[in-house]
């Protein structure tokens, strides 16, 4: 590995890592408490217009019941509104394209025998994709183009809706309360079945972006502290590996020129200290190694340079 690597990669990886650490938690964190958040408000949602029907509600008046769900899915986060007569009377579903009802009701009427039990649940809607798999069959140009553009006014992916499911009772004074999921049932027989479903497509895109927000801002965080600490480390980084060659050249008997940081720019204060001392020992080891030397003996400098004159001649 080339010297200075190894730190450089720590230095980094210590710097970094701590805020991408941070930035998915709290990415993850946002997305469990987008989840929970898109609950409560529906279930909130729900249970209101449930509650609003079952003290109006009248189903043996049948242009009422058709004014009243109309109005409730006129509200931005009401999808669909299914009322079932306890006596078996008319059923009543209406949405907000009433075109589609059928295929919506087919969708929630499977969920609803998968979970019978069930008072609040999720289920997906598939009525794009039920319109776009009957426009492919058709080969009667019109038709094939009115299905088409069913299927265009409803969301082109499967849209999933919060359902809340209740019971309105009456009792034998004339008074209405309503069962909601979790709740015991009030005294007095039961009036008709609620289903309320929900979807709040634009507050889950709103909470949706602050996620995506809190992860961008994170990623950013994190490049921008790369990019600072590659600088600040590089001036650790660099004065150490030259120290470290000039040490490796004096471990090789390499004791000719000084030692210091200059090619290094500004370093850092301690590695200044630590390059004059590397300094000062590779004198000292200069002084030592020219002491060392065999000195030459009195009159032996002026034979030999006697004999270097007679080998020239």
Avoid: C
Wanted: glycine residues 8%; aromatic residues 4%.
């Amino acid at each position: 590995m080339t010297p200075g690597r190894g730190l450089l990669a720590r230095l980094l990886a210590i710097t970094v890592l701590p805020v991408l650490t941070v930035g998915v938690v709290v990415a993850l964190l946002l997305g469990a408490l987008r989840m929970s958040a898109l609950r409560a408000i529906d279930e909130s949602l729900a249970s209101t217009v449930a509650r609003i029907l079952a003290t109006t509600l009248d189903v043996s008046d049948l242009s009422q019941v058709a004014s009243q769900l109309q109005a409730a899915v006129g509200a931005e986060n009401v999808a669909f509104v299914d009322v079932r007569p306890a006596e078996g009377g008319l059923r009543f579903f209406r949405s907000k394209t009433p075109d589609t009802d059928w295929a919506l009701r087919a969708a929630y009427d499977r969920a609803t025998a998968n979970a019978p039990a069930d008072h609040r649940f999720l289920f997906r809607d598939d009525r794009a994709e039920l319109y776009r798999q009957a426009a492919a069959q058709v080969g009667d140009p019109a038709v094939r183009a009115r299905l088409s553009e069913v299927a265009s006014r409803n969301s082109p992916a499967e849209t999933a809706y919060q359902v809340v499911r209740a019971g309105v009772y009456e009792n034998r004074f004339g008074g209405r309360a309503l069962r909601l999921p979790g709740e015991a049932a009030p005294p007095g027989r039961l009036l008709f079945g609620l289903g309320v479903g929900v979807n709040n497509t634009v507050i889950e895109g709103l909470l949706s972006r602050q996620q995506w927000l809190a992860a961008g801002t994170s990623t950013l965080a994190a490049l921008l502290a790369a990019g600072l600490a590659w600088r600040a480390t590089r001036r650790i980084v660099r004065p150490i590996v030259l120290l470290t060659r000039a040490a490796d050249r004096l471990s090789l008997g390499e004791l000719a020129g000084p030692v210091s940081l200059e090619r290094s720019g500004r370093a850092v204060t301690e590695l200044s200290d630590l390059a004059q001392a590397i300094e000062r020992l590779r004198t000292s080891l200069a002084l030592a190694m020219s002491r060392l030397r065999p000195q030459p003996l009195p009159g032996q400098a002026q034979v030999s340079a006697a004999a270097q004159e007679r080998r020239e001649v």
